[in-house]
């Protein structure tokens, strides 16, 4: 069973098809929820992985790290506690799940989850928009539905980030743009202060050529009564 399952794991590898096997296939070692991979690469234009919302970027299928076949006595208890949790509110640390992972199975349970397999875009409905976990102000479920990481505040939709960031550090904005506003109106202040100075010398340059002018005439006048 094992060398079969490796079997299509490396052949699903190899074709860079991730995630084919074992989209949150934790249901049983041969589940297989390729939706959820298609359905959030159809909507969001991008590319996932299993990493969403598996600890291995190549689902939980293998003996790699976070992978089936590499799991201890006590991780295959936890596993097993995680698949008993059909219904939501129970506490949920499958070792093969991710942070997220776990939050979807603790939120909706196994049963209801289960319930969004042939639907996929359902999950993120089901996801609500109140848990943000990597707080970076966008909710899980947009982060599913716009095939972003949802443990990662510094991935998520340019626009969203760009709005929240925005409104999170508006007060430091606005120190800026005063700072900013503050700093032109002190080098229109220096610039018009030269713009006078030089005009002062300029005039003052003239006044002394004319003075200049007159004693000249004036001595001209002397010199010829
Ligand atoms: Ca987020």
Not at 52 to 57: L, S
Not at 145 to 153: A, E, F, I, R, Y
Not at 174 to 198: D, M, P, R
Request: charge should be negative; aromatic fraction near 8%; proline fraction near 4%.
């Amino acid at each position: 069973m094992w060398l079969v399952l490796k079997m299509i794991a490396f052949a699903a590898a190899r074709s860079g098809v991730l995630c084919v096997i074992a989209w949150l296939s934790f249901v049983t070692p041969a589940g297989s929820y390729p939706q959820y991979q298609t359905f959030v690469e159809k909507h969001s234009g991008r590319t996932v992985n299993c990493s969403m919302c598996h600890v291995n970027d190549n689902g939980p299928v293998g003996d790699g790290g976070g992978q089936i076949g590499s799991l201890s006595a006590a991780e295959m208890t936890r596993l097993n506690q995680a698949r008993a949790a059909m219904q939501p509110g129970q506490n949920v640390d499958s070792p093969i799940l991710n942070k997220f992972g776990n939050q979807i199975i603790k939120k909706l349970g196994r049963a209801n989850f289960l319930q969004t397999v042939s639907d996929p875009g359902q999950l993120g409905i089901a996801l609500g928009d109140r848990d943000d976990l990597d707080g970076d102000g966008i909710p899980d479920s947009r982060e599913f539905l716009d095939g972003t990481d949802p443990l990662n505040k510094f991935h998520g939709d340019p626009w969203l980030m760009l709005k929240n960031n925005m409104l999170r550090y508006k007060v430091h904005l606005l120190l800026a743009a005063v700072s900013i506003g503050l700093a032109v109106y002190g080098l229109k202040e220096i610039y018009s202060g030269f713009v006078l100075a030089k005009a002062e010398v300029e005039r003052d340059g003239l006044n002394e050529k004319d003075q200049a002018e007159n004693a000249c005439q004036h001595g001209k006048k002397e010199e010829n009564p």
